[in-house]
T-cell receptor, first 113, second 112 residues
Framework: GAVVSQHPSRVICKSGTSVKIECRSL??????MFWYRQFPKKSLMLMAT?????????EQGVEKDKFLINHASLTLSTLTVTSAHPEDSSFYIC?????????FGPGTRLTVL | SQELEQSPQSLIVQEGKNLTINCTSS?????LYWYKQKYGEGLIFLMM?????EEKSHEKITAKLDEKKQQSSLHITASQPSHAGIYLC????????????FGPGTRLSVLP
């Protein structure tokens, strides 16, 4: 089956710093990847659609300058949380689509002190 | 806006009991997925349904998609403590399998 990895799995950072999260499709190429965020006791919310070679499409209410997405290759998308604040602490999951199916990464827990 | 609704929001059952979780959409679904998650952890893929009337089973879990492809149910037979967690339904907004949305989740607790 298709495998999607995320790195790191957990990250703790100080307020004001930037954090980069990587999402990789290990055994397939994904022209489109997606980034989700989960708030405590809430469902997963789509943040943005990452397209290889072009700008990401952000959902309403998601700050594109805050959450920088780069899809540099067909197997890698990165999400950078810039100038992180405690309210950015959350669980972030990426997914990649292949043949009309979605495959999810294991998620990254971000804690901003 | 939330495009998928789930019921119940939470469920507490005694070990050995059967239970059903429902997922409903006002629009036709292009692929309905069921996942299990322990909060703050990754998603465990359970099943995917694509055709109206489709039914799939894996171990003690059965999922069905209605003919109109707007409602799905997840049924667990003889529940065990290992079934505890959050069950999420997810679906594609379009026929290309992209633009994925999730239901709010159902929190299941199984009492030993």
């Amino acid at each position: 089956g298709a495998v999607v990895s995320q790195h790191p799995s957990r990250v703790i950072c100080k307020s004001g710093t930037s954090v980069k999260i990587e999402c990789r499709s290990l055994d397939f190429q994904a022209t489109t990847m997606f980034w989700y965020r989960q708030f405590p006791k809430k469902s997963l919310m789509l943040m943005a659609t990452s397209n290889e070679g072009s700008k990401a499409t952000y959902e309403q209410g998601v700050e594109k300058d805050k959450f920088l997405i780069n899809h540099a290759s067909l197997t890698l998308s990165t999400l950078t949380v810039t100038s992180a604040h405690p309210e950015d602490s959350s669980f972030y999951i990426c997914s990649a689509s292949r043949a009309n199916e979605q495959f999810f990464g294991p998620g990254t827990r971000l804690t901003v002190l | 806006s939330q495009e998928l609704e789930q019921s119940p929001q939470s469920l507490i059952v005694q070990e050995g009991k059967n239970l059903t979780i429902n997922c409903t959409s006002s629009k036709t679904l292009y692929g309905l997925y069921w996942y299990k998650q322990k909060y703050g952890e990754g998603l465990i893929f359970l099943m995917m349904l694509q055709k109206g009337g489709e039914e799939k089973s894996h171990e003690k879990i059965t999922a069905k998609l209605d003919e109109k492809k707007q409602q799905s149910s997840l049924h667990i037979t003889a529940s065990q403590p290992s079934h505890a967690g959050i069950y999420l339904c997810g679906a594609a907004r379009d026929n290309y399998g992209q633009n994925f949305v999730f239901g709010p989740g159902t929190r299941l607790s199984v009492l030993p």
